[in-house]
């Protein structure tokens, strides 16, 4: 059967609900009657905290949308949930419940779809006019026909735009002085909030990714195993994995390992994992390189119902496979393998780590300094694109002996040691433990005195964490996950006196907006502490090829900005 021919499971958009995997479709429900105006985070505080409704998930259909979506681990509470919420007063509004109904498997969907519009014929027709390269290369290098320079000009123009609409949102919630502020930056800097620096990047764009996650799957067509990228998105219709052999982005040391690894799957019985009925075994490998030749294969498969013992022959096999067999070429220096089961009932995963081979973790040099690497730890994925990345966030901080500084999210550290030399003391904080236990032994490695890091999420220990530092002068550099900082988080900083500037880190600059947006609100109730605004910011592309770059901002007290501008335009 190949990939195209569907399996009774493909038939039938509603087959998930029968698996035994939790899903937070299965027990969802739908809530009417809400407030004009109110918080995400709130209603879950009312449902959670003040109704002890115990729910896992809470989605609106769309943005501005009167009503939402709220899910549970099981039928018992959904079932207290419609009874509880049915008829209640919440902010002056009456709230209605009832059972919703849950959403079709968007892959099976699509399939259906297809199959009874003549679209397919197009699909198929366009699909033979494209090569599967092509195909990889549109997923995840869209602009490799583009001339370097004109990439850099397009990513320079497309952070102009965020800027902008950043400087929209920000004049609609300001008054008072910080009206007067925006105004005035808009003028001067033609609709930006402030001075866009002309973007940054590295000499080497090609080869320059440190670690990728592959996909283990089929091929569109032959139907084989193949380990690399997926050609299109699940709710797109396909789940074919394309090869990366002619991705310009990826280390030949990566492909070395794929391809081997590709051997070993096909000369074992466990088929690869299907991300529809959830059947298989090989899900992702993920491999982890440093400029000083260090190279950590992670290879992640779901057990299934494999026995312990099973699974420990598996691991004496690529042992084997690594250390003497055809494995051999790829030089790996870490090897592990990675349990990757499905979220269960309760919304737990189970993730685990099991060391193979090699060394623990791997070592990588960034800005003279050396910096340890367990698997799942964060690192920049472009390790001389960061070095770029880091210069500009000292350059724009402009730290001194008198600063204490905040590294936010500090993942191994690198952030807080490059500042080091130029801080009177560090202090990061992280909530994967791992990185921390790394960031501990990278303090160490490179003789540094005055760093500190702490395990935990930033909304819970930045304020016992603040209340540590001893210096006059608290600069704070945020580099959160793609979806920003949290809102707890952001309002410790604002209220934070100390803090005097901020330097935040974007990989995704349009979600960062709200961010932005809140750090400069007008004081309110909720908003203490004097608005922060952005008084430069430059764009460092770690990216080539891709559509994706980093965005550095520097932020600052409103009364430090304006003093600042009064002085220079005297």
């Not at 193949?226 to 219709?237: D, N, T």
């Not at 309760?346 to 050396?370: A, C, P, R, V, W």
Request: hydrophobic share 35%; charged share 25%.
């Amino acid at each position: 059967m190949t990939s195209n021919e569907p399996t009774e499971v493909e038939k039938n958009p509603y087959a998930y609900l029968e698996r035994a995997d939790f899903t937070s479709e299965k027990y969802k429900i739908e809530v009417h009657g809400l407030p004009k105006y109110y918080g995400i985070g709130e209603f879950k505080k009312l449902l959670n905290e003040k109704l002890e409704l115990q729910s896992c998930k809470i989605k609106p259909p769309k943005r501005s949308s009167g009503w939402l979506y709220v899910s549970f681990r099981n039928e018992e509470n959904r079932r207290k949930a419609i009874e509880i919420l049915n008829g209640i007063l919440w902010k002056n509004c009456t709230l209605s419940a009832q059972i919703a109904k849950p959403a079709p498997d968007p892959f099976v969907k699509r399939r259906l779809e297809e199959e009874t519009t003549k679209k397919r014929l197009k699909l198929d027709k366009d699909d033979q006019n494209t090569s599967i390269e092509d195909k990889v290369k549109l997923t995840t290098i869209p602009l490799w026909e583009m001339p370097y320079p004109s990439q850099l000009e397009l990513k320079q123009k497309e952070m102009s735009l965020i800027l902008s609409t950043i400087c929209k949102q920000m004049l609609k919630e300001s008054k008072g002085d910080l009206l007067e502020w925006l105004n005035h930056q808009k003028t001067k800097y033609h609709g930006l909030p402030c001075e866009l620096l002309p973007i940054l990047s590295t000499d080497t764009i090609t080869e320059y990714r440190n670690k990728c996650e592959f996909t283990v799957g089929r091929s569109e067509k032959e139907n084989e195993v193949v380990i690399g990228f997926r050609l299109s998105s699940y709710a797109s219709g396909s789940t074919a994995v394309g090869p990366i052999d002619n991705l310009c982005h990826i280390p030949n040391t990566m492909k070395v390992v794929v391809k081997v690894l590709e051997e070993f799957i096909k000369n074992t019985e466990l088929k690869p994992f299907d991300p529809v009925d959830h059947s298989g075994y090989w899900r992702q490998v993920t491999v982890r390189s440093t400029l000083c030749n260090d190279l950590m294969v992670i290879v992640g498969m779901h057990p299934q119902d494999l026995s312990s013992e099973k699974l420990g022959e598996l691991q004496l096999q690529l042992k084997t496979f690594f250390e003497t067999g055809n494995g051999v070429q790829a030089r790996v220096t870490s090897l592990y393998l990675q349990i990757m089961k499905l979220k269960s009932v309760d919304g737990k995963s189970e993730n685990n780590f099991y060391h193979i081979s090699g060394t623990k973790y791997i070592e990588e040099m960034l800005l003279g300094m050396k910096f340890r690497i367990s698997p799942q730890a964060f690192f920049q994925v472009n390790t001389l694109g960061a070095e770029v990345l880091y210069k500009a966030a000292i350059d724009l901080a402009k730290p001194t002996v008198d600063t204490a500084l905040l590294d936010i999210c500090c993942g191994t550290g690198t952030i807080g040691l490059a500042f080091s030399k130029y801080c009177g003391e560090v202090f990061g904080i992280e909530m994967v433990e791992d990185a921390i236990k790394d960031a501990k032994e990278n303090v160490v490695a490179n003789e540094v005195s005055n760093c500190e890091f702490f395990v935990g999420k930033a909304e819970d220990v930045l304020s016992p964490v603040i209340r540590r530092t001893t210096k006059p002068d608290i600069i704070a550099v945020v580099d959160p996950p793609r979806a920003g900082l949290h809102q707890r988080a952001l309002l410790t900083m604002r209220k934070a006196k100390k803090l005097s500037r901020l330097i935040y880190i974007s990989c995704d600059p349009r979600a960062a907006a709200k961010n932005l947006v809140d750090l400069a609100r007008p004081v309110s109730k909720q908003y203490t502490g004097e608005p922060m605004v952005p008084i430069k910011a430059v764009a460092v592309d770690m990216f080539p090829y891709t559509k994706h770059c980093e965005l550095v901002l520097c932020l600052e007290r409103l009364s430090t900005a304006m003093k600042a501008r009064d002085c220079t335009e005297r």
